[in-house]
């Protein structure tokens, strides 16, 4: 195999230099200006990892091969990873990739995110969701012409607060989430013993195990909803009634075949509600549940026993108890109701025109997306290249 290590890593080192080449000529917004550096440093990190499997005579050495095989695929693994993301985000920066991007800027002033906003990228097909690494949030290609989803960006907001371990100013946060995992954990163990004590059905052994390795993930993505709703408020619930109204989900679902990244959708409602509750929008939980449940009513759906016993109400209660210690230790500025940031006032706002003003709704949001466009520095024109 030594004639094909040759040419494919040479093949590859070329198709880094090319990357680097368009990352260093292009003539991308200021706002493309970090991620183009994060890809830069990934992109000659990976580079100089060939260059070493190709040069270093030791690793040409037969016994090392399977490792030399291993290495060459990490390294084309990442370089193709930074090119389907950041740099293909690079390679089209558009007006609305920039006005997503300051909006998140403001965001972040607004409600003192301790983190540099990430650059937003209309390439999502897959709803909201962030590269952590390279700091690249991911939106749907026309959503920044819209207002009802947007206070997913706040959701997404907080995966890399829980990503990062090395900010002391959201350790507490963070030490929160390990005592969340680790009530989870006591809980599972405890229903695990039960369910071996009782001798019963080994199905529930099998989910039990399914679950404790399930909510290690839920706990993030709970987490993620908190921070939405102890940053933004109500707009974050309303949006997830709307997300679920659209969505073929059964909103109890529960792992009964393999791991689940993201909780039940009820469970998730149930969180949201009372870190609502927490931050004092007493007032509007009524209204919430009152809509959910005629959610659940036209979507035909009933929970059941497993899912009561999966998320149970002590251990959803003790999360948001803990979130919230976390996040009133962080620099984060905490939502109430009579904040009146710009942002936060325009996406709340856009839930009450909704429900109060419906045959008027779409007219008023575009006039507001204008209004939010232009806070954010007007009209941006599509970089050329």
Not at 49 to 57: F, G
Not at 282 to 296: C, G, M
Not at 306 to 329: H, I, T, W
Request: a negative charge; one cysteine or more; proline letters at 5%.
């Amino acid at each position: 195999m030594k004639a094909y290590f040759q040419v494919a890593i040479d093949q590859h080192i070329e198709r880094a230099a090319k990357l680097l080449e368009a990352i260093d000529n292009s003539d991308v917004p200021r706002e493309y200006h970090a991620l183009a550096t994060t890809c830069r440093t990934e992109i000659v990190s990976s580079k100089q990892q060939l260059e070493d499997l190709r040069d270093n005579v030791e690793m040409q050495r037969s016994e090392l091969q399977t490792i030399r095989l291993r290495r060459f695929r990490r390294a084309v693994d990442r370089i193709s990873k930074i090119e389907v993301t950041g740099i293909a985000a690079l390679s089209r920066p558009l007006k609305d990739d920039i006005f997503l991007t300051r909006l998140v800027d403001l965001i972040r002033q607004e409600i003192k995110y301790p983190f540099l906003p990430p650059t937003v990228t209309t390439l999502s097909t897959n709803y909201f969701h962030i590269h952590n690494d390279i700091h690249l949030m991911f939106v749907p290609l026309s959503e920044g012409n819209y207002l009802l989803h947007l206070p997913d960006l706040y959701h997404e907001l907080a995966h890399p607060l829980l990503f990062d371990d090395h900010n002391p100013r959201i350790a507490d946060l963070r030490q929160s989430v390990d005592l969340t995992w680790a009530h989870a954990l006591s809980y599972i163990n405890d229903e695990i013993a039960y369910e071996e004590r009782r001798r019963g059905p080994t199905e529930y052994l099998l989910y039990l195990a399914l679950w404790q390795r399930s909510w290690r993930s839920w706990i993030v993505e709970f987490y993620c909803d908190l921070f939405a709703v102890f940053t933004l408020g109500p707009a974050f619930a309303w949006a997830h009634i709307h997300l679920c109204m659209e969505l073929d989900h059964n909103p109890f679902a529960v792992p009964t075949r393999g791991v689940s990244s993201h909780p039940a959708d009820d469970a998730r409602m149930r969180v949201i509600l009372l870190g609502l509750k927490k931050v004092g929008f007493v007032d509007v939980i009524d209204d919430l549940q009152a809509r959910w449940d005629e959610y659940l009513e036209i979507a035909d759906v009933r929970s059941h026993s497993n899912y009561r016993r999966c998320f149970p109400d002590q251990l959803l209660n003790q999360l948001v108890e803990l979130a919230y210690s976390g996040m009133v230790k962080s620099p984060c500025r905490i939502v109430d109701p009579n904040v009146a940031d710009p942002i936060h006032q325009v996406l709340n706002n856009a839930w009450y025109q909704f429900w109060h003003h419906p045959y008027n709704y779409i007219q008023w949001e575009k006039q507001a997306v204008e209004q939010l466009r232009e806070m954010c520095g007007g009209f941006v024109k599509e970089a050329s290249r």
